[in-house]
C-alpha cells in the first residue's frame, strides 16, 4: 500500500506516503487527543478505499475512510526512462500542488460511543467487521463496526487499560493494564473464556 499512519495529541491522525514523504490526509475529526490509530486489515491493493479506526482521549473511536492509489508512470525523454510515483490524496483541491497538510477529513463515517474515559487504544478483529477498544474506564469494548453497536462489555482489570491487540485470523483479543496483568480472551467458541496473566510488578 506504500502509507504509514501516525497519531497526535493535537487531535488529528495522518497519513503518510512511503513514496513520496508527503502529508496524504489529515483527519481532524476528533474533539480530544488521538491515542491509536490501524488500518483496517484487507488485501494489499494499488488503488482503492482503506478504513481506519482512531481511539480517542474524547471517550470514543471513529472510523474512517481514504483513497490510496500508488502508480507508477512511465514516460521516454531521450531514449531514458523515467519513473515518476503519484499518489491519491494530498494535493490542494485550486493548485493541485503537495499541501502540507494533506487532504483534510471531518467526517467519520461511524463514531463508536460508550465509554466513560479515555479511550487508549483499538485493533481490528479478524475479518475487520469488529473492533476492540481498550479504555481508561477499565473495559475493553468489541463493536459492530458497521452498525456503531457493542457486541461485548470485557471488563474484570482492576486499574485502567493501556492497551488491546486482535489476533489477525483468529478470534482472539488481548488486553493490558496497570493492575500488571494481561488477559487473553477467547471468543472461537460460543462461550467465551478469559485466562489472566500476571507476574509484572508495574
Request: hydrophobic share 35%; with cysteine.
Amino acid at each position: 500500500m506504500g502509507s504509514i499512519v501516525d497519531c497526535f495529541a493535537d487531535q488529528t491522525a495522518r497519513v503518510w506516503s512511503m513514496n513520496s514523504g508527503a502529508c496524504l490526509y489529515t483527519y481532524v475529526g476528533h474533539s480530544g487527543s488521538v491515542n491509536c490509530i490501524t488500518f483496517a486489515p484487507q488485501s494489499d491493493t494499488q488503488c482503492g478505499e482503506h478504513m481506519l479506526a482512531t481511539a480517542s482521549g474524547d471517550e470514543s473511536a471513529h472510523i474512517w475512510k481514504v483513497t490510496i492509489c500508488s502508480q507508477i508512470l512511465l514516460s521516454s525523454d531521450d531514449d531514458e526512462e523515467e519513473k515518476a510515483i503519484v499518489d491519491c490524496g494530498g494535493l490542494d483541491s485550486e493548485t493541485m500542488q503537495p499541501n502540507a497538510e494533506g487532504t483534510k477529513i471531518k467526517n467519520a463515517m461511524m463514531r463508536l460511543t460508550g465509554h466513560t474515559g479515555v479511550v487508549i487504544g483499538c485493533d481490528w478483529l479478524a475479518g475487520g467487521s469488529q473492533l476492540i477498544t481498550a479504555s481508561w474506564d477499565r473495559t475493553a469494548n468489541i463493536y459492530d463496526v458497521e452498525r456503531g453497536e457493542v457486541l461485548n462489555i470485557l471488563s474484570g482489570h482492576e486499574m485502567e487499560l493501556n492497551h488491546c491487540s486482535a489476533h489477525p485470523s483468529q478470534k482472539l483479543v488481548v488486553t493490558s493494564s496497570k493492575d500488571s496483568t494481561f488477559r487473553l480472551w477467547d471468543f472461537r467458541e460460543t462461550i467465551q473464556s478469559v485466562a489472566v496473566f500476571q507476574g509484572h510488578q508495574e
